[in-house]
């Protein structure tokens, strides 16, 4: 079983970058997934959760209005658009998945991937 992030990289300030959680090896397809980050020196943060069935998605105040989380079930894959990107959104980016939506929503999930490092800077 694997949870693997991608999609990060350097982008400039007010730039945009699509990050992707790939899911496999997982013989159910009913999960809720999260996406956290964590900056050099500072606690991890709950950026975005997204339930099973698409119909609850959480955002942290820091990123509404420019973070979408999505998910395509037919490819066992979530995504984390950004959007007007800011130096504080520097940060190793994790997603998790669990059954249990308070797992995700708590950062206890069982499930973590390998992280993705997002850099925003001139």
């Known amino acids: 079983v694997q949870l693997q992030a991608s999609g990060g990289g350097l982008v400039q300030p007010g730039g945009s970058l699509r990050l992707s959680c790939a899911a496999s090896g997982f013989t159910s397809d009913y999960y809720n997934i999260g996406w956290f980050r964590q900056a050099p020196g500072k606690a991890r943060e709950r950026v975005s959760c997204i339930s099973s069935d698409d119909g609850t998605r959480y955002y942290a105040e820091s990123v509404k209005g420019r973070f979408t989380i999505s998910r395509d079930n037919a490819k066992n894959t979530a995504y984390l658009d950004m959007n007007s990107l800011k130096p504080e959104d520097t940060a190793i980016y994790y997603c998790?998945?669990?059954?249990?939506?308070?797992?995700?929503?708590?950062?206890?999930?069982?499930?973590w991937g390998q992280g993705t490092q997002v850099t925003v800077s001139s």
């Open positions: 998790t998945k669990d059954s249990d939506w308070g797992k995700v929503v708590a950062g206890k999930a069982d499930y």
